[in-house]
Antibody, heavy 119, light 108 residues
Framework: EVQLVESGGGLVQPGGSLRLSCATSGVTFSVYAMSWVRQAPGQGLEWVSTISGSGGFTYYADSVKGRFTISRDNSKNTLYLQMNSLRAEDTALYYC????????????WGQGTLVTVSS | DIQMTQSPSTLSASVGDRVTITCRASQSISHWLAWYQQTPGKAPKLLIYKASTLESGVPSRFSGSGSGTEFTLTISSLQPDDFATYYCQKYNNYSSLIFGGGTKVEIK
């Protein structure tokens, strides 16, 4: 069974930093692209970032480009999101998501970790 | 950048109804569209990928169609578990895997 478990969320002041982790199991981690998706309270889904299976290619939404860095450690089957210069509008539930075998949608999702940016 | 627009934003329906949700892309994305279902407090669930391919384990009352810029998700006979919010997502390019704004299916 594939499992994705996010951690690292919490309360942080504007301008601060946070590092999210997504530990995976039950999957050949290095084969699949991985992504972060966030959902602000009461709002829709927003794609944040994607990283290729090897880690050699990374992609970001304009809203986080230059502030967030996605990375992965294939030896630990873990995905990361380093978030710097956080703003109030970054407050959201952050999900990690795994590419499907068809490379055409997010087949597996974690349960999310909540990030709150507030003074 | 390609934009994804869903309609309606809210839909009221009854159990047994046929329901159709539309997703439009501002430019052609061929068949690279996914549909997700999200219930309150839960992570989204992949329903359909490549516009019309049903994900394993998803009931056959769900179907998807379309290509290019216009796509539809149809639920042939709405069941109690189907009251949820549905999102489309373009999946043609990792540089922008954006979602539509969502369609909430409510009980009439």
């Amino acid at each position: 069974e594939v499992q994705l478990v996010e951690s690292g969320g919490g309360l942080v002041q504007p301008g601060g930093s946070l590092r999210l982790s997504c530990a995976t199991s039950g999957v050949t981690f290095s084969v699949y692209a991985m992504s972060w998706v966030r959902q602000a309270p009461g709002q829709g889904l927003e794609w944040v970032s994607t990283i290729s299976g090897s880690g050699g290619f990374t992609y970001y939404a304009d809203s986080v480009k230059g502030r967030f860095t996605i990375s992965r450690d294939n030896s630990k089957n873990t995905l990361y999101l380093q978030m710097n210069s956080l703003r109030a509008e970054d407050t959201a539930l952050y999900y990690c998501a795994k590419d499907g075998r068809a490379v055409a949608g997010f087949e597996h999702w974690g349960q999310g970790t909540l990030v709150t940016v507030s003074s | 950048d390609i934009q994804m627009t869903q309609s309606p934003s809210t839909l009221s329906a009854s159990v047994g109804d046929r329901v159709t949700i539309t997703c439009r892309a501002s430019q052609s994305i061929s068949h690279w569209l996914a549909w997700y279902q999200q219930t309150p407090g839960k992570a989204p669930k992949l329903l359909i990928y490549k516009a019309s391919t049903l994900e394993s384990g998803v009931p056959s009352r769900f179907s998807g169609s379309g290509s290019g810029t216009e796509f539809t998700l149809t639920i042939s006979s709405l069941q109690p578990d189907d009251f949820a919010t549905y999102y489309c997502q373009k999946y043609n390019n990792y540089s922008s895997l954006i979602f539509g704004g969502g369609t909430k299916v409510e009980i009439k």
